[in-house]
């Protein structure tokens, strides 16, 4: 995967893509992403297991290795990864035909990021094809990397882009609009809108 470009970078890269071809190409929503990471399923993880099956718990916990074998097959991660990302090809895909969506780097959305944004949701009842907030100053990001722990790998699991933090030792004044100096785990995949055809096709 392609890391430490910023958010601006990877929205750029879509609409050059979809100029080059022709045919809309954007980030993922929050939505989205989770549908897909989900692969149809409703449970912690796409697999079988739980944050804790695969987590060091306890006193016993410092000399027992967790089994991970389950875990191991699917995703990158700081138990497998050597601490760098890997090739998709390491790990099997999940029901949907998607690798590495919990793992390997984490992925920016195109959504605008809110801590509550959710709740705020369940409140308002359900929603088809939400989008996020219209305001913020940073980004969704989902899915884990290969630095992250069993427990930062859930499907629901969320988190943020962190801007400032992130062109830390940026020398350029003004700071960069294109790359991370200081982040090396989050990618990004992109998602193809589909033309009126394949609309009208798909609900045939």
């Known amino acids: 995967p392609a890391i430490t470009m910023t958010h601006h970078a990877a929205v750029q890269y879509t609409r050059w893509l979809s100029e080059v071809t022709g045919r809309e190409y954007r980030l993922p929503t929050e939505a989205e992403w989770e549908y897909a990471a989900?692969?149809?399923?409703?449970?912690?993880?796409?697999?079988?297991?739980?944050?804790?099956?695969?987590?060091?718990?306890?006193?016993?916990?410092?000399?027992?290795?967790?089994?991970?074998?389950v875990?191991?097959?699917?995703?990158?991660?700081?138990?497998?990864?050597?601490?760098?990302?890997?090739?998709?090809?390491?790990v099997e895909a999940n029901p949907f035909g998607l690798v590495n969506m919990l793992g390997n780097v984490r992925e920016f959305c195109l959504d605008l990021y809110r801590e509550?944004?959710?709740?705020?949701?369940?409140?308002?009842?359900?929603?088809?094809?939400?989008?996020?907030?219209?305001?913020?100053?940073?980004?969704?990001?989902?899915?884990?990397?290969?630095?992250?722990?069993?427990?930062e790998l859930r499907a629901a699991a969320r988190d943020h882009t962190r801007t400032d933090a992130c062109l830390l030792?940026?020398?350029?004044?003004?700071?960069?609009?294109?790359?991370?100096?200081?982040?090396?785990?989050?990618?990004?995949?992109?998602?193809?809108?589909?033309?009126?055809?394949e609309r009208r096709g798909a609900t045939r």
């Open 169 to 197: 030792t940026d020398p350029q004044i003004p700071k960069s609009l294109w790359w991370y100096s200081d982040c090396n785990d989050i990618g990004f995949r992109v998602v193809r809108e589909l033309e009126d055809s």
């Open 116 to 151: 509550d944004e959710y709740e705020s949701r369940v409140m308002g009842g359900t929603a088809t094809d939400p989008r996020g907030p219209d305001s913020g100053n940073e980004h969704v990001v989902r899915g884990g990397s290969f630095r992250s722990q069993p427990a």
């Open 38 to 69: 989900r692969g149809g399923t409703a449970t912690p993880y796409f697999f079988e297991g739980d944050p804790r099956q695969f987590s060091k718990r306890g006193f016993l916990g410092r000399f027992l290795l967790p089994d991970t074998e």
């Open 71 to 90: 875990l191991d097959r699917y995703v990158v991660y700081a138990g497998n990864s050597g601490s760098r990302t890997q090739p998709p090809a390491e």
